[in-house]
């Protein structure tokens, strides 16, 4: 979520693994510019319908530029999210049919607090998954939104590997990003305080095309990402994804994703 030109008061504590502005390097194009802002966007929707179900309910369903999965657009009434978390195999990202095998492509998934009807900020945690002239990487990263992401240092992240995200707000300015590696047993925080208010109004599981340098980055065929134990937590309990709206990614008048839920998980896979 990109906005280069705001100015952004940002803190950052001191917390289990130290953070930093992700190095330029010659293997990632989309991370060539990170220090001066890889970011999310927040939510871009551009449609949005209704469906019936098999079972007969109905799911909001809207398609949007940069994000695909689910979204609990409101909280039970009188709290508001204060966490969410979920847990997902990392899948090998792969050069989309038709395109340049020497270009860069990168897609991201996450946990987050706010980003869709309330917008002002978003607190986050996930990871990047890039090919890049036939190279594979990932990041694990956190961000505030507005300000830019940070990676962390000291976990690394390989196909296949069990991920567990989380970030938790103690306040509206205040909270935490947390990633584990459940297959490496790696774990690795920070803490986090901003000016950007968070509403805790939203809660969701995401795929995204991410921005970099101002512009959304190559979208990568990542496969399908199934977020599972996909939970969000309040001031009085916890809830899961069940009746969140769904989003799916359409670019020039393409779809390139589809993304449901089933209670307490949300899946998501490319279909471009």
Known sequence: ??????????????????????????LEERVSNRASGRQTRPADIISEATEVTETGNQ???????????????????????????????????????????????????????????YQNAILQTGVDFTISNGAVSYDAWYEWYPAQAFDFSGISISAGDSITVSVTSTSSKAGKAVITNNSKGKTVSKSLTSSAALGGQNAEWIVEDFESNGSLVNFANFGTVT???????????????SGADILDIKQSN?????????????????TG
């Not at 977020?227 to 994804?241: H, L």
């Not at 393409?254 to 490319?270: C, D, H, P, Q």
């Open 254 to 270: 393409t779809v390139l994703t589809s993304a449901a839920e089933s209670g307490s998980s949300v899946t998501v896979s490319y």
């Open 227 to 241: 977020f599972t134990n996909a939970v969000a937590t309040t001031g009085s309990g916890s809830v899961g994804a």
């Open 1 to 26: 979520m990109k906005l280069s030109e705001v100015l952004f008061s940002y803190v950052l504590f001191a917390g289990t693994a130290l953070a930093h502005p992700r190095a330029r390097t010659t």
């Open 59 to 117: 799911t909001n369903v809207a398609y949007s530029t940069n994000w695909s999965g689910a979204v609990l657009t409101s909280p039970p009434a009188g709290t508001t999210f204060n966490g969410v978390s979920a847990t997902f195999v990392v899948p090998t990202p792969k050069v989309p049919s038709g395109q340049s095998k020497s270009g860069t492509y990168s897609a991201s998934a996450w946990v987050g607090i706010d980003g869709d009807t």
